[in-house]
């Protein structure tokens, strides 16, 4: 039988090498622009494909790939390696009817949780004996942005425009305001009274569930950014309504934001940026006293790129507020709205809950709330080894901005007493351009939980660890 077997298999191979000297792909023109639409209107078509892996240890998988701190297994707790395969589909289509005239939508898989396919999932399985795999995908295509854009200058003799739509919004550098992953219902118009000066009011609507129960909640804003010859420079104003965020109870909240960066002082090579946040508000109770809502963060950061060697070093602090008493009235935590990415370290903020205090807050089970009762100090740098090639590495310092005790429910015994320490995190990129649009990529990160992460009893919490690699295709 096994003469047989060897004889079939060398068979095999023979008939696949003929069919691969038959398959040679055609050559491709390395710039190309498909165009299929009535008179003049141009068609852009593109898209991404993303394929993933993680494997990770101390986290927990809950809700899809929300991924969740767990402490030791000696206190009583779940603890064991994490792993999964997810996939992403992104397809585009930009219709420019005009010079002043463009529309675009672009459709992803994804349901109101995730816009990733878990490796695995579907429904509609194999039928047999043997009824696993064979499985449809188990996501559905949803708009991520869909949006008509005018511009010209025949309205103000200057250029100016409006854009409508379901589109990605972000503001500054994103530490209060970042919806570019999955976007927002708005109306933007802006106008440039000079080339370097964009002015700019939007409205955004963030929900619409039922009009009958005054729920809905819309921002509003207007913003101002000068881009001068190698520096920046911006400020916006955001205003929430939120008119029932939770019974009876409306929130208002106010945001400004101020930012600055230099690319390159005097020739040195040395970039700086800065970033402020001020907020005010209120939560209008009806049987108390209101709460008064006085968050505030700040980013400085130092970009140095060495002109004979293709590196750059960055040293940054960021720093969000946190609550001081919960018991008075009013809170201190800097409110965040940002999208379901990572928004620095890859464990802590990403994978793991956050020190953030809002409201009260004793659980923390909630990642990826940004800046919220956070801060640190991130150093390192980026090389390119070939062309192709690139690594990056940075340390982080993380320090909460009020005494928090994150695992105070875990474990048995006395809890443990708040503290600021959140501990440290080593994270590590490696990006490889395989082919043109064509990319590899892995990420990890290592983090060494502080006084901060401690167990009933007094006990440490365990290390966390997870590394991800993956593969994109742009187009």
């Not at 109101?112 to 696993?132: C, E, F, H, L, P």
């Not at 025949?154 to 854009?163: F, R």
């Not at 007493?417 to 990420?443: C, H, M, P, R, W």
Request: hydrophobic share 35%; net charge negative.
């Amino acid at each position: 039988m096994k003469k047989y077997a060897s004889i079939l298999a060398v068979f095999v191979l023979l008939l696949g090498l003929a069919a691969l000297s038959y398959a040679a792909p055609a050559e491709i023109p390395s710039d190309t622009t498909a165009v299929i639409a009535k008179g003049k209107t141009q068609i852009t078509l593109g898209g991404e494909l993303r394929f993933r892996g993680l494997m990770g240890k101390n986290l927990k998988v809950t809700n899809d790939k929300d991924d969740s701190f767990t402490a030791s297994t000696s206190a009583g707790a779940a603890e064991g390696t994490t792993s999964y395969y997810d996939y992403r589909v992104r397809l585009s289509l930009e219709a420019k009817v005009s010079p002043n005239t463009t529309g675009f939508v672009e459709i992803e898989s994804g349901t109101s949780n995730t816009d990733n396919i878990t490796g695995g999932s579907g429904s509609d399985g194999a039928k047999g004996v043997y009824r696993y795999g064979n499985k449809k995908s188990a996501d559905n295509l949803a708009v991520r942005q869909a949006w008509i854009q005018y511009q010209g200058t025949g309205l103000l003799g200057v250029p100016a425009g409006v854009k409508v739509g379901h589109q990605l919004i972000k503001l500054g550098n994103g530490l209060f305001f970042d919806h570019t992953y999955y976007g927002d219902d708005a109306i933007l118009v802006f106008v440039q009274p000079l080339k370097e000066l964009t002015l700019a009011a939007h409205t955004i609507k963030f929900d619409e569930n039922n009009v009958n129960q005054n729920d809905d909640v819309t921002a509003y804003g207007i913003l101002a950014a000068y881009a001068g010859k190698g520096f920046g420079l911006s400020a916006d104003i955001t205003y929430i309504d939120h008119q029932q965020y939770s019974t009876n109870v409306p929130l208002h909240l106010w945001n400004i934001g101020l930012r600055g960066n230099v690319d390159d002082i005097a020739g040195t090579g040395l970039g700086f940026r800065a970033d402020v946040e001020f907020q005010t508000g209120k939560v209008d109770y009806t049987t108390q006293d209101d709460l008064k809502l006085k968050g505030w963060a700040a980013l400085a950061g130092l970009d140095y790129k060495f002109k004979s060697i293709p590196l750059t070093l960055t040293a940054e602090y960021a720093i969000g507020s946190g609550d001081k008493d919960s018991n008075d009235n009013k809170d201190q935590s800097f409110i965040t709205s940002l999208g379901n990415e990572q928004h620095y370290t890859f464990v802590y903020e990403y994978l793991t809950p956050s020190a953030c205090n809002f409201l009260g807050s004793t659980s923390h089970s909630n990642n990826r709330t940004g800046l919220c009762n956070t801060q640190y100090v991130k150093i390192g740098g980026s090389y390119d080894i070939t062309k192709d090639l690139n690594v990056k590495l940075y340390g982080y310092w993380l320090r909460a901005h009020k005494a928090v005790a994150i695992n105070s429910d875990i474990g048995t015994g006395t809890a443990p007493s708040t503290d600021k320490d959140l501990g440290y995190e080593v994270d590590a990129y490696i990006t490889y351009q395989i082919d043109k649009n064509l990319t590899y990529f892995v990420e990890s990160g290592y983090f060494w939980p502080g006084d901060a992460w401690k167990l009933k009893g007094g006990k440490d919490a365990d290390d966390a660890w997870a590394v991800r690699h993956g593969i994109t295709l742009k187009f």
